[in-house]
Nanobody, 128 residues
């Protein structure tokens, strides 16, 4: 059965780094728009980053631009989110998601409701 497995979260001090992984099983990751979202305690799920199918250019929310990097390793059917210079405001559960079937190959949605395949999430806590 097709699914996504998210890993790589943990506890890190402010200024530290983490790399999250999103491994796809049962389908080919680069055939679908991909999104990363996070849910901070007591808040809605917020968009972090996404990548479309055609050119694989990543897009980032203003809050993570310049600190986070998203890329896909097609050989391993895995997407990575490298998070540097982490701040306490980055704390939350991080999810990767796919839009299946893809609606527009040249774009990637920045809203959670546009995605329908979700990984289980991984906790990221940034604290000293």
């Amino acid at each position: 059965q097709a699914h996504l497995v998210v890993s790589g979260g943990g506890l890190v001090q402010p200024g530290g780094s983490l790399r999250l992984s999103c491994v796809a099983s049962g389908f080919t990751l680069d055939n679908y728009p991909l999104g990363w979202f996070r849910r901070a305690p007591g808040k809605e799920r917020d968009w972090v980053s996404c990548m479309n199918v055609i050119d694989s250019d990543p897009y980032y929310s203003e809050s993570v631009e310049g600190r986070f990097t998203l890329w896909r390793d097609n050989a391993n059917n895995t997407a990575y989110l490298q998070m540097n210079d982490l701040k306490p405001g980055d704390t939350g559960v991080y999810y990767c998601a796919l839009q299946d079937p893809p609606i527009r190959l040249g774009s990637c949605p920045q809203v959670a409701f546009a995605y329908n395949r979700w990984g289980q999430g991984t906790q990221v806590t940034v604290a000293s």
